[in-house]
């Protein structure tokens, strides 16, 4: 398995609370991304990286900000949960923009109540 | 922007039988993959196809690529209780990777 960890793996939180998601790599991969999986969506882009203190949105970013100041972390918070925001998070990293394949971390089960 | 869509939605089968999977995407492409998703865990890649390639074979696994109509399909021959899962195409879109909704395969014994 790539090396890839999402923490924490489980978590409940209440509505309106600040939550940070993190995603640690071991690969040296440039590219880093968050997405979200739902019931009939598949998978949806939040944000992304294209390196160090680079990101930029995805399809679903209202209400998410991301940070990267080292190549091996990429942070997800919400910045006041809500309910909407209960999902399975999931953190991917590429070595390529698109042209390589995308290994992907265990997810994060999020409930927010 | 939801660039694949697998066709079925769904789809059961017998241990031993082979299993057809298929993607529309809709605006051009640099190549297509396919990825599956056992169930609580993240995606594992299988095959990545090119767009000047028709088609690729990875142990039990087909993929074939008609650019002309903006498909793939993935065959899974002499399929397994083990190949139960989804799977899901995704497509370049960018510096990204756009997802469809996958289709959920069952292998039944």
């Known amino acids: 398995d790539a090396g890839i960890t999402q923490s924490p793996r489980h978590k409940v939180t209440e509505t309106g609370t600040p939550v940070t998601l993190r995603c640690h790599q071991t690969?040296?991969?440039?590219?880093m991304y968050w997405y979200r999986q739902d019931p009939g969506h598949g998978l949806r882009l939040i944000h992304y990286?294209?390196?160090?203190?680079?990101?930029d949105k995805g399809e679903v970013s209202d209400g998410y900000s991301v940070s990267r100041s080292k190549t091996e972390d990429f942070l997800l918070t919400l910045e006041s949960a809500t309910s909407s925001q209960t999902s399975v998070y999931f953190c991917?990293?590429?070595?390529?923009?698109?042209?390589?394949?995308?290994?992907f971390g265990q997810g994060t089960r999020l409930t927010v109540v | 922007s939801q660039q694949g869509e697998e066709d079925p939605q769904a789809l059961s089968i017998q241990e031993g039988e082979n299993a057809t999977m298929n993607c529309s995407y809709k605006?051009?492409?640099?190549?297509l993959q396919w990825y599956r998703q056992n169930s609580g865990r993240g995606l594992v890649h299988l095959i990545l196809?090119?767009?000047?390639?028709r088609e690729k074979h990875s142990g039990r696994l087909r993929v074939t690529l008609d650019t002309s109509k903006k498909s793939s399909s993935l065959l899974i021959t002499a399929s397994r209780a083990a190949d139960t899962a989804s799977y899901f195409c995704?497509?370049?879109?960018?510096?990204?990777?756009?997802f469809g909704p996958g289709t959920r395969l069952s292998v039944l014994p």
């Open positions: 991917a990293i590429s070595a390529g923009q698109g042209i390589t394949e995308a290994f």
């Open positions: 690969e040296n991969h440039r590219y």
């Open positions: 990286s294209y390196g160090v203190k680079d990101t």
């Open positions: 605006t051009s492409i640099n190549n």
């Open positions: 196809i090119r767009s000047n390639e």
């Open positions: 995704a497509t370049d879109e960018g510096q990204n990777f756009v």
